[in-house]
DNA sequence: AAAATCTTCACACAATTTTCACAACAATGC
DNA sequence: GCATTGTTGTGAAAATTGTGTGAAGATTTT
């Protein structure tokens, strides 16, 4: 979908009552599509819902930090994300752009600044995903993987949750990371060095038992029958996967 | 080129030599390969030449205005520009914002700061990079291999997936690297010697019976008729080969 | 201290690879 | 044609390797 086809959408993640009934306003006169939540935990539901093209992010939020509410979008989504703080320590600014925002705008700022800086950011991106249209690139972007209808396999990255049959089930970090990866690369069989690697890091590529251990302790939280697995599967000699993610709705 | 791989080439367009000494310093204590000018016409000359991949462009310029080189060098450069100002008024910005610029920062500013959004761009434009030598980047070997028409044989080197007569087949390590051998050389005849090294390490080259079981493993499994084989052939006294790929257009 | 999580080990079982003895086949010379 | 020789195809075994398993110890988190 092209920017210019239709109306953009931007989330506006802000604190403050006031200001983000002004952005909203502003936002929606300007021909977007805007949507507004105070707290971060909503924030990141919404944009797995809503899936904005473009994020307004303040960092001061209850529940849960702007940083942290960042690093967990940065997971599954690339959306361009502009920081509006009050806080103008460079030490902030510098944190926050290197975990992924793409603007760092301080109060009180300029509306007209604001709009030029959403332009620009809604300029890039439109530009990355003319590109992506064309391939088949599919990793990322997606925030959840499905697999097996109703009673199967769902993967929330968005949430870092996990369901199967409707059931949320609790996982472990490293359970979650390695199911993370085979799920991201869904289709695709993974080598026990590359799984190794990129879960447990570059000096772990010969400890296969590891990987045995953990896709067990995964096929008895997931399978319904972990006898003959349905989403964890081995390709001998080679590596593990899971089944391609269903087609899915938007 | 991914920018990870070489240095990173990086061109300041500064008046002030005082400025423009200091950031070319730490540009490159940082690991760029920085370059300077200080006039507008010079730095098209320059960036067609040195083809940098981040621009830092000071606005108030000898000879041609900051705002024209941002126009001029958009007519055929996509490379991002972080635009250095004295100027604060918010028109000034906007303007640069929408000429093409990717940020604006107000002298003076934090070196921290500006090497964090150095970073930004940076992170930005090489994922645009990616994506464009994915789709254009002439793969330099076919991804798939393909004999025999809509019944025949097919080799899928990216997902390490054989199907033959639209059903997949299941092959094992050894089977698999002996039939993507053959498959990469598909039409020319490799020799028992060539076939045991590459498949098996250079200690085997005397092993044929390795060659003629698997051979006859890969036959049962994906010959319509093992008796008569029609894609593992064999060249009496030489070694074996698979018919050339079909030519297929896209 | 208790609970949860990660690491390590030894064994059973299944898939795969290696090995072997022999049948079938093509090329050569009689 | 026929036997000879070397090469290739065949089936089935033994050996090896890879994977699934439970459970115990070490480590980290709460």
Redesign the interface.
Known sequence: MSISDKKVRVLCVEDDPQLRTFLLAQLKARGFQAQAVSDGAQAIDLAAIFQPQLILLDLSLPTLDGLEFLRRLREWS?APVIVLSARDE?LV??KA??EG???YLTKPF?L??LL??V??ALR?AD??ER??S??T?SDLQRPVYKCGGENGLVVDFAHRVVRTGGIEVHLTPTEYDLLCELSRNA???LTHRELLQRVWGPDYSGENTYLRTFIRHLRRKLEPDPTQPRFLLN????GYFVPPSDSQEL
């Open positions: 690339k460079e600014k510098i752009l290197d925002a793409d603007d300029s007209n600044e030029a800086r332009r620009v890039r530009e990355t590109l992506r064309g391939t690139g289709g695709k069989v390709e001998l000699g080679v």
